[in-house]
C-alpha cells in the first residue's frame, strides 16, 4: 500500500489529493493529513519533522520520497498520460525542488488555508487512514 501524506489545511495540498483520488483507478494509495495522528504516527516512524509540513511525502513500500521526486512517483501510477510527467525525474532533484520550495512557501498565500483539515466524502473515505 502506498501512503500519501498531505497538509490537510491547505488548499493546495488537499485539492492535489482530489486530483489524485480522480485519477488512481487502481486504487493504489490511501492517504493522511499530516496534521492527523496517523499521519503523526507515520512521520514519527520513518523519523520525519512532525511540525513542519512544507513537503509532500509518499511512504511506498515502507520508503520515503520527498517533493517533486514524491509527486513525480505518484504521477506515474496515475490514469491517462500523467505517468508521462515521470519523465522529468531525469531532471536533477536540486531543480526540481528549489521549484517545489518556491511553491510549497507561496501555497497558503496563493492558494489559501483552511482552519480545519480538509474532509473527504463518504465515496472516498476509506482511502483514508
Known amino acids: 500500500m502506498d501512503i ?5 489545511v491547505c488548499n493546495l495540498c488537499s485539492s492535489s489529493v ?3 483520488l480522480k485519477h488512481d483507478k487502481k486504487v493504489i494509495f ?7 495522528e496517523a499521519g503523526q ?4 516512524k520513518h523519523g520525519l519533522a512532525t511540525k513542519d509540513f512544507n513537503s509532500f511525502v509518499l ?9 517533486s521526486t514524491a509527486a513525480l512517483r505518484v504521477a506515474r501510477k ?3 498520460l500523467l505517468p508521462l510527467l515521470y519523465l522529468t525525474i531525469i ?3 536540486f531543480i526540481r525542488d ?8 507561496h501555497r497558503y498565500d496563493w492558494f489559501g488555508k483552511k482552519e480545519e483539515c480538509w474532509l473527504p466524502t463518504r465515496e472516498w473515505e476509506g482511502r483514508f487512514l
Do not use: R, W
Not at 500519501?4 to 490537510?8: E, R, V
Not at 504516527?41 to 514519527?44: C, G, K, V
Not at 528549489?98 to 512557501?105: A, F, G, K, M
Open 78 to 80: 496515475l490514469d491517462t
Open 41 to 44: 504516527q507515520l512521520l514519527t
Open 30 to 36: 490511501k492517504f493522511a493529513a499530516l496534521q492527523s
Open 98 to 105: 528549489s521549484v517545489y520550495n518556491y511553491i510549497s512557501q
Open 91 to 93: 531532471i536533477p532533484a
Open 18 to 20: 482530489q486530483f489524485v
Open 4 to 8: 500519501i501524506l498531505f497538509d490537510g
Open 59 to 67: 511512504i511506498e513500500d515502507d520508503k520515503v520520497y520527498l517533493k
